[in-house]
């Protein structure tokens, strides 16, 4: 099987070519637009712009989506003692947290000394939200190049989550935690708007409403959020123009009692669902979900091509799947 020599796609990854030295398109192509690009310094200059403007209007600086993983916990620390923000941590319970990063969310909001709330949703609903995206094509093709319809789902329900509650608490900033090989640099500073997130929005909302109906309502964005136009968030993902080098980010968290888990895949450090998530994902379409992101740390050498082909290549935990499949009832 043919593998690219400068990354880690391989010829399983949809639109892939190689030339005559074997190097994919996809890392031509990022070579191109990160000359384009512009410097990083720019992004977090416009960031520090923002914070003088809004820093202590509110009761909160910002709101970040915080899932107990490294990169989110790293998020914490770094925008309350690089950007002494007012921080207010928002984590969406998915049912599948494992109880290593339970324990680590707590022993980290703790260690930094920041308000923290936990959404629940019913455990029914969400169940038979994953298990319509399981079952049907909610996603495009190329929505799926980049992450699992698992993944998907509940990235977008942890995002809308965010957005109803900075608008409702006037909170000027939401914050992930995404690396750089998720979030590129040129949405590391956004400012939302309701027709933006009107949109995306519906484009879940939708196609889940048709099959269950007014129980997904309370997961998403209201009509009498849509109308409060002036209190759309800045969408900051501070990662993308920082420093990124994974044994800081690991020995930080670890500072702030965070213990990496055992009970979690190898591309996660926080949900179980994760794996199952990414098995159906390569036996549906034939390579891993995670292959454009580890790809992209690699082209910005945030990792090398070998750590990065480990990283692909690690074993499946059966276990794991089990357990969820159980849970899920899928038999």
């Known amino acids: 099987m043919q593998i ?34 512009i410097n990083k310094n720019k992004y977090e200059k ?8 809004y820093k202590g209007k509110n009761r909160y600086d910002c709101l970040v989506a915080y899932s107990g993983g490294k990169d989110s916990t790293y998020t914490l620390y770094l925008l309350q003692k690089k950007y002494n923000l007012n921080i207010l941590a928002l984590t969406y319970d998915n049912w599948f947290q494992s109880e290593t990063a339970q324990k680590n969310i707590r022993e980290v909001v703790k260690s930094l000394n920041i308000s923290h709330l936990t959404f629940l949703p019913s455990f029914d609903v969400f169940k038979k939200i994953i298990l319509l995206v399981v079952a049907g094509n909610i996603y495009s ?31 000027p900033f939401v914050i992930f935690g995404m690396s750089p090989g998720q979030a590129p640099i040129v949405t590391s500073v956004v400012k939302t708007n309701a027709e933006m997130v009107r949109k995306t929005q519906d484009l879940l909302f939708q196609s889940l ?6 129980i997904i309502r309370p997961y998403f964005l209201e009509e009498r959020h849509f109308q ?25 968290a670890k500072s702030l009692g965070w213990v990496k888990p055992e009970d979690t895949d190898a591309n996660s450090t926080n949900c179980l669902l ?13 390579f ?24 692909l290549s690690a074993p499946t935990d059966n276990h794991i799947i089990s357990h969820v499949k159980q849970k899920l009832g899928m038999g």
Not at 17 to 33: A, E, F, L, P, V
Request: hydrophobic fraction near 35%.
């Open 141 to 171: 093709m190329k929505a799926m190049e980049r992450a699992s319809s698992i993944c998907t789902t509940c990235i977008s329900l942890i995002r809308f989550m965010c957005f109803r509650v900075a608008i409702e608490m006037e909170i």
């Open 228 to 252: 409060k136009t002036a209190a759309f968030p800045y969408n900051i993902n501070p990662l993308a123009f920082s420093t990124y080098d994974d044994r800081e980010i690991l020995d930080t």
């Open 288 to 311: 891993n979900p995670y292959a454009y992101e580890i790809a992209e740390l690699v082209r910005d050498g945030y990792m090398t091509r070998e750590q990065g082909l480990n990283k």
């Open 209 to 214: 409403y048709r099959k269950l109906g007014d």
């Open 4 to 37: 690219c020599t400068s990354c880690v796609l391989d010829e399983r990854y949809p639109g892939i070519s190689y030339d005559k030295n074997g190097i994919c398109i996809y890392c031509r192509q990022s070579k191109i637009m990160k000359l384009l690009q």
């Open 46 to 53: 416009k960031f520090l712009e923002l914070i003088d403007t």
């Open 274 to 286: 994760n794996s199952l998530a990414n098995a159906l994902h390569i036996n549906k379409f034939g």
